[in-house]
């Protein structure tokens, strides 16, 4: 078995949990637009913006929750995506990153859960702040790496 940097294990981790949201959307978004009486075949050209207002209409508002959650995951972590894998690339993958990287994953996993569970909006800023916090760390070291060597 050939060794590879440890900061592609909370790559592939994120990458994994949003495909698990991906699934969780769809498990409960479809039912609730089944409560809602939404026929998803009906909808021509709308937005999810405009499904997600119809759900909020009928009283299906946490249905959204678990979509915009999922939204979500395909902002920020897009940075972190790449620099991983430049840190990976440049050989500063393991030790110090790879921590970073995986404090990073754990605070945006505990950011899904809470917005998805109770959506309390103080203490999912407060783990996008942290994870933030985790994410520039790791730029930072990748501009070091990369354009200060």
Request: glycine share 8%; hydrophobic share 55%.
């Amino acid at each position: 078995m050939h060794h590879h940097p440890e900061i592609l294990g909370p790559v592939v981790a994120l990458a994994a949990w949003t495909m698990l949201i991906w699934l969780w959307m769809y498990a409960t978004r479809i039912p609730a637009m089944n409560r809602a009486g939404i026929d998803g075949a009906k909808i021509v050209g709308s937005t999810g913006r405009g499904l997600r207002d119809a759900l909020v209409e009928k009283g299906e508002e946490k249905a959204s929750w678990v979509a915009d959650n999922y939204n979500h995951l395909h902002e920020a972590p897009t940075v972190f995506y790449a620099v991983a894998i430049v840190l990976a690339m440049v050989g500063q993958g393991d030790g110090l990153n790879a921590t970073l990287a995986w404090a990073y994953v754990g605070f945006r996993i505990a950011h899904s859960l809470l917005q998805i569970l109770s959506n309390r909006v103080l203490f999912r800023f407060l783990l996008f702040v942290l994870s933030t916090l985790a994410l520039m760390a790791l730029v930072v070291h990748a501009v070091i790496a990369v354009l200060l060597n």
